[in-house]
């Protein structure tokens, strides 16, 4: 029995390697599908050309998507940041039409008395200093 017929060897080699794919699909089996999903998608097997030639429409969209939403977000921004910098503009030019109408309203009345003082010869004169107050002292 010390030599085996070459049908013999065959036999028992597949029958090694069908124990061997038993056991390594069941080991595959044991471990977690998202695992194994993970393990096969580090070592590039779950992603293949074959993927990325039935999928491209699907990804094309996404890609599509995914770059007018960026767009959009930066779009959004520079008018956020375009905005803000008007407000402030407008602020500044409010506070400005305030201040020059408060000059020119008193420029105005003065220029209005001094020519009604004039009109009625009243012989009045603008003061520059303001008035004195009086103290009563007992």
């Known amino acids: 029995m010390a030599a085996k017929s070459k049908s013999d060897r065959n ?6 390697n069908s124990k061997k ?3 390594s699909k069941g080991a595959r089996k044991s471990t977690p599908l998202h695992r194994q999903w993970l393990q096969d998608l580090r070592h590039g097997q779950s992603l293949s050309i074959e993927f990325f030639t ?4 699907i990804l ?12 959009l977000r930066y779009k959004t921004k520079t008018k956020m940041a375009e905005i803000q910098r ?14 020059e109408q408060a000059a020119y309203m008193s420029l ?20 520059e200093q303001p008035p004195y107050e009086v ?3 007992d």
């Open 11 to 16: 036999t028992s080699a597949k029958e090694k």
């Open 21 to 23: 794919k038993s056991d």
């Open 54 to 57: 039935y999928n491209a429409w």
């Open 60 to 71: 094309v969209v996404v890609l599509v998507a995914v770059l007018s939403l960026i767009g």
């Open 86 to 99: 008007l407000s402030h503009q407008l602020e500044l030019a409010q506070s400005d039409k305030l201040r």
């Open 108 to 127: 105005v009345r003065e220029t209005e008395m001094r020519r009604l003082v004039s009109q009625k010869n009243l012989g009045l004169i603008f003061q």
């Open 135 to 137: 103290e009563l002292t």
